[in-house]
């Protein structure tokens, strides 16, 4: 091809802004450019976007030769996969699943392009009902890590396995419904049009399996419930906090923590979010008007909170769609 110049001649002949190969369609010019080393001329290059949301910068000459026809979301699968899975959220499944990779999984759209969700070896049950509920036939990755240093932070060995999702339309639905490249800090909690509110108990469950935890124990002689959710993002705290007033959860507190990383030397910021056993606002200690001491509150009122959050989160639900051992957990912590 030859390339005349960058005036009204040009544009006439060989700008391809507006027109379509394929799935692809040219956004505008962006340089000149040598699609290889050996070769001997320099081509123009263009953004265009694809269909499915993609983008990818294409030379003039794979465009008109239709070689390239989409952002590579047109070639013939190795596995199944059902690619309209995260173009809404309108299923238990899907919003349970949603609320896991955005606490346990990663995004990438850059260079490897695709969702990873990656779970103990003990929790392989979950990522197998992942699998069927995307109607996959690819086998789960196994992978065994050795242990490692961070800094002076000494990481254990481990045995993971393993859901890579390199389908591009999959990944660019997920990232329009919240999700991007380095989401611990950035992420924010879903609304309504993302999330419906029937749906966003399940995807509070897929939260708790991802970041939550629970214990029961003994402190002074007492019995102590902790369930909390630590999270690097303060601002999806905030609206998880403000969310679960909609469900009568309103006895909650958030904590701010600082943190340096040995390896780097940076600061490292996050929060928690708890879910106090108690209504203090409601309930409070009833004091006795004779003695003035404080009376003990009825058992039935103890780890209310958590009582009823359990009860939102595990009640009518599928089988397959939380983690067992978690599940466990929590009933312990309220019994």
Do not use: E, W
């Given at each position: 091809m030859k390339i005349l110049s960058k005036s009204l001649a040009w544009q006439k002949n060989y700008d391809l802004t507006g027109k379509k190969f394929?799935?692809?369609?040219?956004?505008?010019?962006?340089y000149f450019k040598?699609?290889?080393?050996?070769?001997?001329?320099?081509?123009?290059?263009?953004?265009?976007?694809?269909?499915?949301?993609?983008?990818?910068?294409?030379?003039?000459?794979?465009?008109?030769?239709g070689h390239t026809k989409s952002c590579g979301c047109i070639v013939k699968r190795k596995y199944k996969i059902d690619e309209k899975y995260f173009e809404k959220i309108n299923r238990e499944d899907k919003a349970y699943f949603f609320g896991?990779?955005?606490?346990?999984?990663?995004?990438q759209t850059k260079k490897d392009i695709r969702i990873v969700l990656s779970l103990d070896k003990k929790d392989k049950e979950i990522l197998m009902a992942f699998k069927r509920y995307l109607k996959s036939e690819k086998p789960l990755e196994f992978v065994k890590r050795k242990e490692r240093y961070y800094g002076r932070v000494k990481i254990a060995a481990s045995e993971v396995y393993r859901v890579t999702?390199?389908?591009?339309?999959?990944?660019?639905?997920?990232?329009?419904?919240?999700?991007?490249?380095?989401?611990t800090k950035n992420v924010i909690y879903p609304n309504n049009k993302i999330i419906p509110h029937k749906l966003m108990r399940h995807f509070?469950?897929?939260?708790?399996?991802?970041d939550g935890t629970a214990h029961k124990g003994v402190y002074n002689g007492s019995t102590t419930r902790t369930l909390q959710f630590t999270s690097g993002s303060i601002n999806f705290l905030r609206g998880f906090q403000n969310y679960l007033k909609k469900f009568k959860i309103k006895n909650t507190k958030i904590t701010y923590y600082s943190r340096k990383i040995p390896a780097t030397g940076s600061i490292s910021?996050?929060?928690?979010?708890?879910?106090?056993?108690?209504?203090?606002?409601?309930?409070?200690?009833k004091q006795s008007k004779k003695s003035g001491r404080f009376i003990s509150r009825p058992k039935k009122e103890t780890a209310l909170n958590q009582k009823n959050f359990v009860n939102l989160i595990y009640k009518n639900c599928n089988k397959d769609l939380y983690l067992k051992r978690k599940r466990k957990i929590l009933e312990n912590l309220i019994s």
């Open positions: 394929g799935k692809l369609k040219v956004i505008n010019f962006l040598k699609p290889h080393k050996k070769s001997p001329k320099r081509r123009s290059h263009f953004l265009c976007k694809c269909d499915c949301g993609g983008k990818i910068i294409v030379d003039s000459n794979r465009l008109s030769s896991l990779i955005l606490t346990d999984g990663s995004i999702i390199s389908v591009r339309k999959m990944v660019y639905d997920i990232v329009k419904l919240g999700l991007k490249d380095r989401k509070i469950r897929g939260v708790y399996d991802g910021k996050y929060a928690t979010l708890q879910i106090n056993p108690a209504i203090k606002k409601k309930l409070g200690n």
